[in-house]
DNA sequence: GCAAATTAATGATTTATTCAAG
DNA sequence: CTTGAATAAATCATTAATTTGC
């Protein structure tokens, strides 16, 4: 269904400078040996799934010495769930359930912090990597919002009692479910490239994750 | 699949894990030495130029043996323009003269790499981070694309010719300076997380950049 | 039963908007 | 008022459910 739309019509040809790249849609069929690496405690996924070649970028793996604690395959139901091919990240039920609980507790745009943190415990039950975490909060919020929406029109339509028909939204408004607002704190993915404080942040998780209280601010949702 | 669909209900109360997180309101302030580590070549920030205590995520480096490259203080004009409060990017004139012929030549929305590359080179006439260099190149595209808009449109409203009043637009058509289209390949930064291929970058530049054409399909835009 | 065809969900990207520093 | 930064909305694209003809 919908075909793509339409070309833009130019026909640009070169970049000035040499920079060109590997293009993503191609490596995207390659695993590419997710977390590892970075991700501090438990993590879980194969050393790398060779066919990672595939993917030109990924090239050498890099200071693999920094955290070699390559456990070899998952542990839970491991595979199975996920994505094996290597295409795009298909969370395992478990996955879901904690990202929902997350949700359900008010996080709606984690913070690099929280992405990882996320990301790690994750793992355990399927290989997942940030952006995975990030995008799921993205499309679920966006998602969320947009049934909401959909909902209100369908009630604002559609004649029958607009008395309140018992919780059909639920909870998903006031109290804790709010919208967003706070948490604008989210930094960015770039943040690992700069100041990669992540592979410290390891021994100082608690230390750390106690700073701040989730929702620092109410105010100022936009 | 198309399960937990109403798993909703719940009633969560605390986020299981005990996550929470470091403001980046507030970390915004410190400036969080920069490439240096991952960058490969020409680093050019200073060590780091404390104050980024004030960060708590920052905390202490991180491998700082994988490519101890950290040259002293910058070269060409250092400091001086580079955002000495701390808040947001300013971009040098260099800066930009840079970036507008990547722009010129096509660039729209760079991958991972690009943005690194650029950013290493960028970082020579003043501090940068990977996230400036994207941002601009979002918000430049975006810019050119309403400001096209907006001639096109007050065009079209005010009644005079409607002919060719020579090059209003210079080359932001056709040519090379098209929309956007190919590049979707573009990576997302979550990506040195996952696979930090960028430290092992450094030896194989050219090697790798030249594997693909910039622009490696045509159709499929949006 | 089962595999191609179709549809519904939803992961991943891009574009449009908005906020706010300077 | 320009523009860096960030978020939300729209869109694209792939996977799984499901339907359908055999």
Redesign the pocket.
């Given at each position: 269904?919908?075909v793509?739309?339409l070309t833009r019509e130019g026909l640009w040809e070169h970049e000035t400078l040499s920079f060109t790249l590997g293009c993503?849609?191609l490596c995207?069929l390659a695993p590419k040996n997710t977390n590892t690496d970075v991700s501090t405690i438990t993590t879980t996924t194969t050393p790398f799934d060779l066919k990672s070649f595939i993917r030109p970028e990924s090239g050498s793996r890099k200071f693999g010495s920094l955290v070699d604690n390559k456990k070899d395959p998952p542990s839970p139901k491991d595979q199975v769930e996920t994505?094996p091919?290597g295409?795009?990240?298909?969370?395992t039920q478990e996955q879901?359930k904690i990202l929902e609980m997350f949700y359900k507790g008010g996080t709606?745009?984690p913070n690099t912090q929280q992405i990882e943190k996320i990301t790690v415990q994750l793992s355990e039950y399927g290989r997942i990597e940030g952006?995975?975490v990030f995008?799921?909060f993205?499309?679920?919020?966006?998602?969320e919002?947009?049934k909401r929406k959909r909902n209100s029109v369908g009630l604002a339509l559609s004649p029958p009692t607009p008395t309140f028909t018992s919780s059909i939204t639920f909870e998903t408004r006031g109290g804790i479910d709010q919208?967003?607002s706070p948490?604008?704190?989210?930094?960015?993915a770039f943040e690992y490239l700069e100041d990669q404080s992540w592979a410290s942040c390891k021994e100082e998780d608690h230390k750390i994750l106690e700073l701040f209280p989730l929702h620092p601010e109410l105010g100022?949702s936009?």
């Open positions: 269904m919908k793509h739309q993503k849609r995207s994505h091919g295409t795009r990240w298909n969370p879901i709606r745009t952006k995975n995008y799921w993205q499309n679920h919020k966006a998602r919002r947009q919208e967003d948490n604008k704190c989210r930094s960015w100022k936009r």
